[in-house]
């Protein structure tokens, strides 16, 4: 599908949607405090009950999986299987290698690790976007080898970063840029493909990371178009479950020398055992939203099917958001209600995941999501006062904001419930 096509999004059919919430754990109440919308996926997603069943039932079995009995093959079926669903979230089907490590985090500190200790320059460019995952990892690395750190500053309009001025910190000195793909904090989806191409017109064996963290459960990455050296996510910011992060790494980064199992030829990233049920658990996920792609095109490709699924995602998403900010007759939307502020809105809804940061004039943020929770919606605060938000809130001068994250799952219904309960909070 084309997406330019629906610059206000398209909700899935009802019937289509139906199904698709029931294939979700727990999606409109908590079992101990009752009824609940829960627009806080970005802190961690709602959980996809195949994944569950995926999981439990692969990690039923003690058998190692590098065995030859047929449960261990069995076993071992559905680690490569979870592989190669990777490589197809990335679209990276034959190129570079996996890192898959507890989190998304540890991920990152591998790949920043591996191109600071091997790649000779006298500088890194990191932006004020990026999680500390990037940022501590590349001051304590770059630190080690006297690299400096150069910090591109945000766009106080957009919530984004300009590529031009990500470009102008760039040199031919620069080991790495390392830059995310969309803001936890302002829902921005950078202008990757624009950033590579200006960044390695400066440098053009430039490497170059990113973090994908927040943009894969809402929106499609594709490596081989971006030609990027690195890029991660975490399972459970996906439909999936905690304890997982997995990085795709480009074939030149995968070859700079690492500590690995050096007897393990085949992987040499791979270090210790696979958990079996971890990459079902992903293939669960790969499989759902093929499952949604089915009911649009006719394709045994799983990738083609993978696209579509999360195009139509993020369609649904892109309408939910329209519906967030213009409301009904009966319901205003938060453009609508005296006292609400979206930071960073604009007209276009294009290059901007739902992850909404929400401001009210007569109620601090923390005091803001107390209400809300009253109300029995779950929104979280990014306060400065909190070391994984502060970068990211003082070069726009926030002290902090109601981060509101709702996923495909939800619907205007849910949306309707929070807009009223908005409403309500902004009168107090
Ligand atoms: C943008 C971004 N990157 C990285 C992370 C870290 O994820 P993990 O808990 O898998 O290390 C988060 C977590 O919220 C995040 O929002």
Redesign the pocket.
């Known amino acids: 599908m084309n997406t330019h096509d629906y610059p206000q999004g398209l909700l899935f059919q009802p019937e289509l949607h139906k199904q698709i919430r029931e294939r979700f754990c727990h999606v409109d109440s908590d079992p101990e405090a009752g009824e609940r919308v829960f627009f806080e996926n970005?802190?961690g997603s709602l959980r996809l009950k195949a994944v569950n069943e995926a999981y439990h039932e692969a990690d039923s079995y003690p058998d190692c999986d590098s065995r030859k009995h047929p449960r261990a093959k069995k076993l071992r079926k559905l680690t490569l299987n979870g592989f190669a669903d990777l490589r197809l979230m990335f679209n990276a089907p034959k190129y570079g290698q996996i890192i898959a490590e507890t989190?998304?985090?540890?991920a990152m500190f591998t790949m920043v690790r591996t191109v600071l200790e091997n790649v000779q320059g006298k500088n890194v460019v990191i932006t004020d976007l990026d999680?500390p995952?990037v940022y501590d990892s590349v001051v304590y690395y770059a630190r080690r080898k006297g690299m400096e750190v150069r910090i591109a500053k945000p766009n106080k309009k957009t919530g984004g970063i300009d590529p031009e001025h990500i470009a102008s910190l760039v040199d031919k000195d620069t080991a790495l840029l390392n830059c995310?793909y969309a803001s936890?904090h302002t829902g921005a989806v950078l202008y990757i493909k624009e950033i590579v191409k200006q960044a390695r017109a400066k440098k053009n064996d430039l490497y170059i990371i990113s973090?994908a963290?927040?943009h894969m459960p809402h929106g499609l990455v594709d490596v081989q178009d971006l030609q990027l050296d690195g890029i991660n996510f975490?399972a459970?910011?996906i439909f999936g479950c905690r304890g997982f992060?997995a990085a795709y790494i480009s074939d030149r980064l995968a070859t700079l020398d690492h500590a690995g199992i050096i007897g393990n030829l085949g992987d040499p990233w791979e270090i210790g055992g696979p958990a079996p049920a971890m990459y079902a658990s992903i293939s669960a996920i790969v499989d759902h939203v093929c499952w949604i792609g089915s009911h649009f095109i006719d394709s045994d490709d799983r990738r083609a099917l993978y696209v579509e699924g999360m195009e139509r995602i993020e369609m649904h998403e892109r309408a939910l958001l329209y519906h967030a900010l213009e409301g009904t007759e009966e319901i205003p939307g938060l453009r609508h209600i005296k006292n609400a502020k979206v930071e960073f809105d604009r007209e276009s809804l294009e290059n901007r995941d739902f992850i909404l940061p929400l401001a009210f004039s007569n109620i601090s943020c923390p005091d803001a999501v107390t209400e809300f929770v009253k109300r029995d919606i779950i929104v979280y605060d990014r306060s400065d006062s909190n070391y994984y938000s502060v970068r990211s809130l003082h070069p726009f001068d926030l002290e902090g904001i109601v981060r509101v994250s709702p996923l495909h799952c939800h619907s205007t219904v849910d949306v309707d419930k929070f807009l009223k309960a908005s409403a309500e909070i902004a009168r107090l």
């Open positions: 970005a802190g989190s998304s985090s540890k999680h995952s995310i936890n973090d963290v927040q975490a459970y910011k992060g």
